[in-house]
């Protein structure tokens, strides 16, 4: 398990979550983000070339619902070339990742 944090504006508005390279493989993320957090009010801003998506607090994307949408066996690292940036911390394990605010700071 790895975990990191980024610094921006998001952390003001304690919205959280990943920035990816537009493509197939975004939009399978992105809808699988929308299942894994059903409960949560979730933004994605298309910018073309990429897409910003923005939950509050918590967002997780899971390595089984990415696989139940493309339909094939799926390694959590296959995000990373897409993953432009994120806001909030993250958390990265071989079945999700996680990002998330700690206000304990």
């Known amino acids: 398990m790895s975990t990191a944090s980024v610094s921006n504006e998001s952390l003001n508005t304690n919205m959280v979550g990943p920035v990816l390279r537009a493509g197939e493989l975004a939009d399978v993320i992105v809808e699988a983000i929308h299942r894994d957090n ?4 979730i933004t994605v801003i298309d910018k073309r070339a990429y897409l910003r998506v923005q939950v509050y607090g918590e967002c997780v994307v899971r390595r089984s619902t990415v696989e139940e949408v493309l339909r094939r066996p799926f390694l959590m690292q296959e995000i990373e070339p897409i993953l432009a ?3 909030g911390q993250i958390e990265a394990t071989e079945r999700y990742i996680r990002f998330f605010l700690d206000n304990r700071r």
């Open 85 to 87: 940036s994120f806001a």
């Open 38 to 41: 059903p409960d949560s009010d």
